[in-house]
Nanobody, 126 residues
Framework: QVQLVESGGGLVQPGGSLRLSCAAS????????MGWFRQAPGKEREFVAA????????YYPDSVKGRFTISRDNAKNTVWLQMNSLKPEDTAIYYC???????????????????WGKGTLVTVSS
């Protein structure tokens, strides 16, 4: 089982940027597709981004497309989420997740993922 630890959250003004990191340990990182999800207070978990095992394919929902970029470095066992043009509605706890099936990361809503991190809080406010 892979273990995941997120970092990089914080307070940022609207229009600003943040880069989240997710460091993995345990089983071979390159065996997993990776995803970012978020959950705002009182709201359901939302899919944010996915990347396949090799890093050649990515997918985003319309809510973040063009503003967020997911990337990974298998040699560093790390996946990142670059977030630009942040809006107050992006405020949430952001979680990274791993699964051996890329399609599951994209379509499952996070259910049944092989591993989760504990999350990092992103607050977008002036």
């Amino acid at each position: 089982q892979v273990q995941l630890v997120e970092s990089g959250g914080g307070l940022v003004q609207p229009g600003g940027s943040l880069r989240l990191s997710c460091a993995a340990s345990g089983r071979t990182f390159s065996s997993y597709a990776m995803g970012w999800f978020r959950q705002a207070p009182g709201k359901e978990r939302e899919f944010v981004a996915a990347i396949n095992r090799s890093g050649t394919n990515t997918y985003y929902p319309d809510s973040v497309k063009g503003r967020f970029t997911i990337s990974r470095d298998n040699a560093k066992n790390t996946v990142w989420l670059q977030m630009n043009s942040l809006k107050p509605e992006d405020t949430a706890i952001y979680y990274c997740a791993a699964d051996t099936v890329y399609l599951a990361v994209v379509t499952s809503g996070g259910y049944g993922m092989d591993a989760w991190g504990k999350g990092t809080l992103v607050t977008v406010s002036s």
